[in-house]
Nanobody, 116 residues
Framework: QVQLVESGGGLVQPGGSLRLSCAASGSIFWISVMGWYRQAPGKERELVATITRGGSTNYADAVKGRFTISGDNAKRTVYLQMNSLKPEDTAVYYC??????????WGQGTQVTVSS
């Protein structure tokens, strides 16, 4: 069984920062891709950022220059540093990992609310 557990969400004022973490546990040989997605009320889930095992990153245009994804394969953990947060960043954030068995797994989600 593989589990992903996110932490670090919360309420922050516009312009503030948050750091999300997601740790994987269970039967994992290695991780191919780590990523973060988000889903705002009434909207579809969308990509925020991904990082490959080799360190290549990809960001949604809406977060480029403000968010930074990083991963630690040894700790089986992915992070998302979010700076200069805007109200439109409010959403439930989900981590995702694609493992060596080519299956992908999702966390339960963590709420991020940006409001004054």
């Amino acid at each position: 069984q593989v589990q992903l557990v996110e932490s670090g969400g919360g309420l922050v004022q516009p312009g503030g920062s948050l750091r999300l973490s997601c740790a994987a546990s269970g039967s994992i040989f290695w991780i191919s891709v780590m990523g973060w997605y988000r889903q705002a009320p009434g909207k579809e889930r969308e990509l925020v950022a991904t990082i490959t095992r080799g360190g290549s990153t990809n960001y949604a245009d809406a977060v480029k220059g403000r968010f930074t994804i990083s991963g630690d394969n040894a700790k089986r953990t992915v992070y998302l540093q979010m700076n200069s947060l805007k109200p439109e960043d409010t959403a439930v954030y989900y981590c995702n990992m694609i493992l060596s068995n080519m299956r992908d797994y999702w966390g339960q989600g963590t709420q991020v609310t940006v409001s004054s």
